[in-house]
């Protein structure tokens, strides 16, 4: 099982991709563009070559883009829904440039449309944006913590939205963030809940669609429908859950990104040794080996 965390670039791709690899990372995520924003700034193709050559050289794979999280494919209303594919189609674009193996994005709120709406409607945006974008980059649904109308918190949700879109089985996957699965109820805080918990998943999407995993402890309770991360160690979720999945032979072949937030000093300087022993807790509690490279 390969692990990273999600790096924050300060303009500079490629140093970010160093100091992954010198906290012990062996994957990598990034934001493509301005998380938080509709228009990503001037492509610059030369950074996103050197980022590609930079996690090659260092061997982080894979390498994962998080779309921005304006992004809602399940909207009801036009206007959202067409900037919210062709963001997400640049994104996927993007991402090819960079050397991405996937783009993780979070399927958004049907905004009282209702569950099934929301579902046609993530999947016929879908089938708009796989035909325009390179097929080497897989697009990952996230779980969601299932606040207000947001979809993806529950496993039938994600399922359903693959199934109608069958052709792509090859394109299309889940990415399942611990936290989030906490705060939409899913126990994950014992060895046997989390056992359930994948027995649960396997039966509504299969976990051989279940590529990466987001890991992070949260101080939400469970059920909160709360987005909130904490760093391994310092939330309610703890150890024994955690251990269970990532040591599961089942999901051997996914890949783990750690989204905690990174430590800070005074001067708003991150302290990257201290990530460096989350890294490491995060590694000790895989069973096997680090996976080989992907083909
Ligand atoms: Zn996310
Ligand atoms: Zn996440």
Known sequence: MRLGRHMPLHSNAVKAVEIARAIGCD??????????????????????????????????????????????????????????????????????????????????????????????????????????????????????????????????????????????????????????????????ATALSTQLVLAHIDSAIGLNRLKIIHLNDTEKALGSHRDVHARLGEGIIGEEGIRALLSDPRLAHASIILETPIKTDAHDKEDWEHDKQQIAKARSFIMNEPGEPLP
């Open 27 to 188: 994957a990598i995520q990034i934001f493509a563009s301005n998380p938080t924003g509709w228009r990503p700034t001037e492509s610059n193709g030369a950074s996103a070559t050197a980022f590609a050559r930079a996690t090659r050289e260092f061997d982080l794979q894979p390498v994962v883009i998080h779309a921005p999280y304006l992004i809602n494919l399940a909207s009801p209303g036009e206007l959202i829904w067409e900037k919210s594919i062709g963001l997400l189609q640049w994104t996927l674009q993007r991402g090819a440039l960079l050397g991405a193996n996937y783009v993780v994005f979070h399927t958004g709120s049907h905004r009282g449309s209702g569950v099934d709406a929301g579902i046609a409607r993530i999947a016929q945006a879908i089938e708009r944006i796989l035909p325009e974008t390179p097929p080497e980059v897989m697009l990952l649904l996230e779980n969601d913590v299932g606040a207000g109308n947001s979809l993806g918190h529950s496993f039938e949700q994600l399922g359903a939205t693959l199934a109608l879109l069958p052709h792509y089985s090859q394109r299309l996957g889940v990415c399942i963030d611990t936290a989030h699965l906490w705060g939409a109820g899913h126990d994950i």
